[in-house]
C-alpha cells in the first residue's frame, strides 16, 4: 500500500478484555515497530520485528502485551485483560532495512485506545 | 545500547525567531540520526535525516540540523518560526551497528509558538 495502516483508528474496551491491534506496513519494508504514546508522553517503544530474526520484545509493559508478524508483513498487537492504563495512542511503523539502504520509519496514523 | 536524550521537554518561541531543539545520542557506531515532527492529532512526519557526508542537512518546512560527532549532537534549527510550527518534535537515533537498525526515540519537545 501506499503507506502504513492501522486499524481501528479508534477502540473502546472495556476493563479485563482483551484486543487486537492491526499493523499493514508499506509493501516490501522488513522492519516493523510498535510504540504507544501515552497522552502527553513520549514515544514508548513496545516491539521490533527485523526480517525472519527474533524480535525485540524488550519494550513490552508486561506479558498481557504479545505482538506477533505474520509472513513477514502484517502486525498484530494483542493486550489481553485490558487495565485503565493502556489506554493510549498505539503507533505502528515500518522501515526498509539492508545495508546502505533507507532506512527513515514511516508512521501509521495510530490507534487510539480508551480502556472503560 | 543506544539511546537520545532530548532535555528541552517544552520550549515557547516568538513567531518569527529563530530556533534550536536539542538532541544528544548515544551510539557505539556512525548513527543514523533523525527528526520527526507530530503536529496536533496527526502521525509524525520525517523533517530530516543524516545517514553520511554533509553533517549539514537540510529537510522539509525549511528546518535543518547540524550532525557534531564530537558533541554527539543533532540538534535541529529553524532561522524563523512560524505559527505552524507548534507541535512535538522527536529526534531518533538508529544503524546497523548492534542495534539491528531498531530507531531509539527520544521523549520529545512540545514547541509553543506565541503571536
Known amino acids: 500500500g501506499a503507506g502504513v495502516s492501522q486499524s481501528p483508528s479508534n477502540k473502546v474496551t472495556e476493563k479485563g478484555k482483551d484486543v487486537e491491534l492491526r499493523c499493514d506496513p508499506i509493501?516490501?519494508?522488513?522492519?516493523l515497530y510498535w510504540y504507544r504514546q501515552s497522552l502527553g508522553q513520549g514515544l514508548e517503544f513496545l516491539i521490533y520485528?527485523?526480517?525472519?530474526?527474533?524480535?525485540?520484545k524488550s519494550g513490552l509493559p508486561s506479558d498481557r502485551f504479545s505482538a506477533e508478524r505474520t509472513g513477514g508483513s502484517v502486525s498484530t498487537l494483542t493486550i489481553q485483560r485490558t487495565q485503565q492504563e493502556d489506554s493510549a495512542v498505539y503507533l505502528c511503523?515500518?522501515?526498509?532495512?539492508?545495508?546502505?539502504?533507507?532506512?527513515?520509519?514511516?508512521f501509521g496514523q495510530g490507534t487510539r485506545l480508551t480502556v472503560v | 545500547a543506544q539511546s537520545v536524550t532530548q532535555p528541552d521537554i517544552h520550549i515557547t518561541v516568538s513567531e518569527g525567531a529563530s530556533l534550536e531543539l536539542r538532541c544528544n545520542y548515544s551510539?557505539?557506531?556512525?548513527?543514523?540520526l533523525f527528526w520527526y515532527v507530530q503536529s496536533p492529532g496527526q502521525g509524525l512526519q520525517l523533517l530530516l535525516k543524516?545517514?553520511?557526508?554533509?553533517?549539514l542537512v537540510q529537510g522539509i518546512k525549511g528546518f535543518e540540523a547540524e550532525f557534531k560527532r564530537s558533541q554527539s549532537s543533532f540538534n535541529l534549527r529553524k532561522p524563523s518560526v512560524h505559527w505552524s510550527d507548534a507541535a512535538e518534535y522527536f529526534c531518533?537515533?538508529?544503524?546497523?551497528?548492534?542495534?539491528?537498525?531498531?530507531?531509539?526515540f527520544g521523549t520529545g519537545t512540545q514547541l509553543k509558538v506565541e503571536l
Open positions: 511503523a515500518s522501515s526498509l532495512v539492508h545495508p546502505g539502504a533507507n532506512t527513515e520509519a514511516f
Open positions: 509493501s516490501g519494508h522488513t522492519a
Open positions: 520485528f527485523q526480517g525472519n530474526s527474533a524480535p525485540d
Open positions: 551510539y557505539g557506531a556512525t548513527p543514523y
Open positions: 543524516y545517514f553520511s557526508g554533509d553533517t
Open positions: 531518533a537515533v538508529g544503524g546497523e551497528a548492534g542495534g539491528g537498525n531498531k530507531l531509539t
